[in-house]
């Protein structure tokens, strides 16, 4: 459903991405590793062009997103979750949630409200409908921001570093609720640092190191039978700490 | 376009509505030279008006008065603002390059004013010492071409000059020997040998000269019977010595009561409170305007002769004093037209305050948190959803406070008005002041109504804050 083709990114004249290639398949559970300052994120932000790719292409469902006048409309079926969040400060629960799909009429507000009522219920936040998001704890926040993304009924949700942010009494909320939609069959790309999370929860993992995919293969592959030398290196660090 | 589309409207409405009529002979002139010309019952009288009414007369025309700085009154004649300027102009040379002068009508004498007990007997002695004057009289002229030795402090009123001399600011003040009989106080004193003569003429637009001709004839029967020696001795004398009658309950009364005064107040109130509410109107739509084509640019690349000049606007309104642009508009892009000058003022403040509107909307926008745009995009919302449901009501969270300390500085800056004649509350202290021959009464008043009214446009605006921060709690 996405491919990836030698996408480059520069910031100025830093090469951050230096030719990745990915394919992606319906259903995939993909988790991103990688040192820090690798373009983990920065690759993720260009999947649906929060970043400007330097060069290559970004294929989804047969439509490349480079210089796409349909771009608002493809980024509907591609969630993202922010590391920080990003709730609309001024917007209630409720209104942060039926604010897409009732602008890009998705849905009538009607629609949209019971939609959103019904979520967050299956989330036990009902309650919180009409807070605002300063009222909420950090992991009500991501939750929030997940359901905000549910609603467009994306095809595909990027996860960028989704529990960095949070207290660690409050991770297992947010990585329940992500088991519970992978349950129901969404397609997820996953940057993280949890490595427990990320080798127990996902199908494929990716490692990523210096702008470039260093391994590619199953949970086990990475972790338990790393072939690439600075695959190895990265994880025996991990272990040290 | 759209913005093309009000300059014009509203420049058609300022040339068209308050166009000059036909039968009028517009007089410029400032109002605080007794007996020559001052305020009285609300109205400019003086020795120069009588003689105006009669040329007036002479013509046909009902006479106009308008009150400028005395130093705007050659540009107001040159730029056919008005058609004769009479202030006691001294005929000069630099002058006549300017405008045409009229006959002569009244000789002045430039004398030395000082303190009884001072060392100061002849105006030979002013070598080294600090003389004050008012700017751009023939005494400034003159002491700065002639004796350059001296420490010449230059007032804008010869009122300020003459308070210099109370206050032992200066040892002296040379001015017009007939205001200075007015001016002086009991323990000064004018010395009797004159610095220099010179001669009083009107002054009209060069070439203008059916008016000239008839000002001449005017002047010259009025001379000859004597009728200009009369004037003079009926505008003298009308002086009001505040200085004897002290307490706060008497200066209230001259300042404010006497004459009808507060009428001057409450103009310059009601004009100050206009130009300001109007000029932030402008200033909103202007910056509004400005920062929109600067973020469309900004996010999209579009717009980007429009961005070049929003910038440039910016840059160049920030980079010059409110002054300045003030009578550039007046003398320079609306040379030749009739406009009403507090629309004049209204435009002129409203474009010196979008620039810094401009910038406090931009750097309301800055301060939103740029992941809750991201997630807007992230969602799928285009940019015109992103700034209107997103950016701009977080943005009014930093933008409003900033817009009322803009209002706030607009009210007070309006006192630049004055000087294209603009009667605002500064200038009401100004015209009060030339007649009670008393700053501390009007001064004070005035700062008293200034405090007043931003004191009430902060408490609005807090309320309106809180509002704004008690929707989100």
Excluded at chain 1, 159 to 166: H, K, Q, V
Excluded at chain 1, 209 to 238: C, Q, R, T, Y
Excluded at chain 2, 315 to 325: F, K
Excluded at chain 2, 349 to 377: L, M
Aim: net charge neutral.
């Amino acid at each position: 459903m996405l491919e990836i083709k030698n996408l480059k990114k520069n910031f100025s004249d830093k090469k951050v991405l230096k030719g990745i290639s990915l394919k992606v398949e319906k259903g995939e559970i993909i988790g991103i590793i990688g040192p820090s300052g690798c373009g983990k994120s920065t690759f993720l932000r260009c999947i649906n062009l929060l970043e400007k790719p330097t060069s290559g292409h970004i294929i989804f469902e047969g439509d490349d997103l480079i210089d796409n006048d349909n771009l608002e409309v493809i980024r509907r079926k591609i969630g993202m979750v922010f590391q920080q969040f990003n709730l609309f400060e001024n917007m209630t629960v409720l209104d942060n949630i039926i604010l897409a799909p009732v602008l890009l009429k998705v849905m009538t507000k009607e629609e949209a409200t019971v939609e959103a009522k019904r979520l967050l219920k299956e989330i036990d936040l009902l309650d919180k409908a009409s807070f605002y998001p300063n009222e909420l704890s950090g992991g009500q926040k991501q939750r929030v921001a997940i359901i905000r993304t549910l609603i467009m009924k994306p095809e595909i949700i990027l996860f960028d570093e989704p529990t960095s942010a949070l207290d660690p009494e409050m991770i297992g909320e947010v990585t329940q609720l992500m088991r519970k939609i992978a349950n129901d069959g969404m397609t997820m790309l996953i940057v993280s640092h949890e490595m427990n999370f990320i080798k127990n929860f996902c199908n494929r993992v990716i490692f990523m190191a210096e702008g470039v995919i260093h391994a590619d293969g199953s949970s086990s592959d990475i972790f338990d039978n790393p072939k690439d030398e600075h695959l190895i290196n990265f994880l025996s660090k991990i272990k040290n700490v | 376009m759209k913005k093309k589309i009000f300059i014009l409207l509203l420049l058609i409405l300022m040339v068209s509505g308050c166009g000059k009529k036909k039968e009028e002979l517009v007089l410029v002139t400032e109002a605080g030279f007794a007996p020559y010309e001052y305020y009285e019952n609300g109205e400019i009288v003086g020795v120069d008006i009588d003689i105006c009414k009669r040329i007036a007369k002479e013509l046909g025309m009902e006479l106009k008065i308008k009150d400028v700085a005395f130093d705007s009154i050659i540009n107001e004649v040159k730029t056919k603002k008005s058609d004769i300027g009479a202030a006691g102009i001294s005929h000069t040379d630099e002058r006549a390059r300017e405008v045409d002068f009229t006959n002569n009508y009244m000789e002045s004498k430039q004398v030395l004013v000082v303190k009884k007990d001072s060392y100061l007997k002849s105006p030979s002695m002013l070598s080294d010492e600090k003389i004050a004057v008012q700017l751009g009289t023939v005494a400034d002229t003159y002491l700065t071409e002639k004796v350059p030795t001296v420490k010449i402090v230059r007032e804008k009123k010869f009122l300020a000059a003459i308070q210099d001399l109370i206050d032992d600011k200066v040892s002296g003040v040379v001015m017009d020997e007939v205001p200075a009989k007015e001016l002086i106080t009991s323990d000064m004193v004018i010395l009797e040998e004159p610095l220099v003569i010179d001669y009083y003429g009107m002054v009209v637009r060069k070439g203008n000269k059916k008016l000239l001709s008839i000002a001449n004839k005017v002047i010259d029967e009025m001379k000859e019977n004597g009728s200009i020696d009369e004037a003079l001795l009926e505008h003298m004398g009308v002086k009001e010595n505040v200085s004897k009658k002290n307490s706060l309950i008497d200066k209230f009364y001259y300042s404010v009561i006497y004459d009808g005064r507060y009428k001057y107040i409450i103009e310059g109130i009601i004009n100050t409170i206009i130009i300001a509410i109007g000029a932030v109107i402008l200033g909103v739509l202007f910056g509004g305007i400005a920062s929109i084509i600067r973020n469309i640019n900004g996010n999209t690349g579009k717009l980007k002769i429009l961005n070049l000049l929003a910038k440039w606007y910016v840059t160049v309104i920030r980079g010059t004093p409110v002054i300045l642009q003030l009578m550039i508009i007046y003398y320079v892009i609306f040379k030749s037209a009739q406009v009403n000058i507090v629309l004049v003022g209204i435009l002129s403040f409203g474009i010196n305050s979008g620039a810094y509107v401009a910038e406090i909307i931009r750097a309301g926008i800055q301060s939103v948190d740029k992941g809750q745009i991201e997630a807007g995009y992230a969602l799928g919302l285009p940019y015109r959803y992103v700034m209107s449901k997103i950016v701009i009501p977080e943005a009014l969270k930093n933008i409003l406070p900033a817009l009322g300390n803009e209002f706030i500085t607009l009210v007070k800056e309006t006192s630049v008005g004055a000087y294209i004649g603009i009667i605002e509350l500064t200038k009401a202290s100004d015209i009060i002041a030339s007649r009670t021959y008393d700053y501390f009464f009007p001064l004070i008043l005035v700062a008293l109504i200034y405090l007043l009214i931003t004191l009430v446009l902060t408490k609005v605006f807090n309320t309106m804050e809180e509002r704004l921060n008690h929707a989100r709690d």
